[in-house]
């Protein structure tokens, strides 16, 4: 005969785990890990980091209870708060990867179109610069979001929702925004009919 525990049970339990936890109690930590991997390893996997990153965003995920287990103070959403500080992990590492990947319009320098004179290629290359570098000044989602969907081969929509985070319904909408904020950035920099 098995026996299934009852909502509040199960929230008594988690109470009690993460009091546990706050207390180094190893065997709460070795529950709650437990328990709740899954939930932490499906959020990383979502934004599609590479191996060593994604153990990063997990690591820090954890480490991030650690340090405030205390504060949580509906225990019965611990995998919501675990969910939301994996994406918030995830998105610091896509930050940092931004500022340190070379700048899109560099491969617009270097796939040039021969049938085009040198004098629009420079052109081309300087738009390319201005229309990246605006790009560079909207939330980071934004600017991922719209490197996924313009950089190089665009990619299906399912794609880009599992490399942002975005749902895939959010896609639309949010890249509407994205256009919107940089094209009022263009024109409050006079720029609408160079571009």
Known sequence: MTTTISPPEATRSVTDLLLRARDRDPRAWEEIVHRYRGVVISKVRSFGLQDADALDAIQMTWLRLAENCHRIQLPEQLAGWLATTASRE?????RQQ????????????RVADPSVGPEQHAIDADTARLLWS?????SLRRQILLRELFFDNPRPYAEVAQNTGIPAGGIGPTRARALTQLRRRLHERGLTRRI
């Open 90 to 94: 995830c998105l610091r590492i896509l």
């Open 98 to 109: 931004a500022q340190h990947t070379p700048a899109p319009y560099a491969t617009v320098e």
């Open 134 to 138: 605006l790009v560079a000044t909207l």
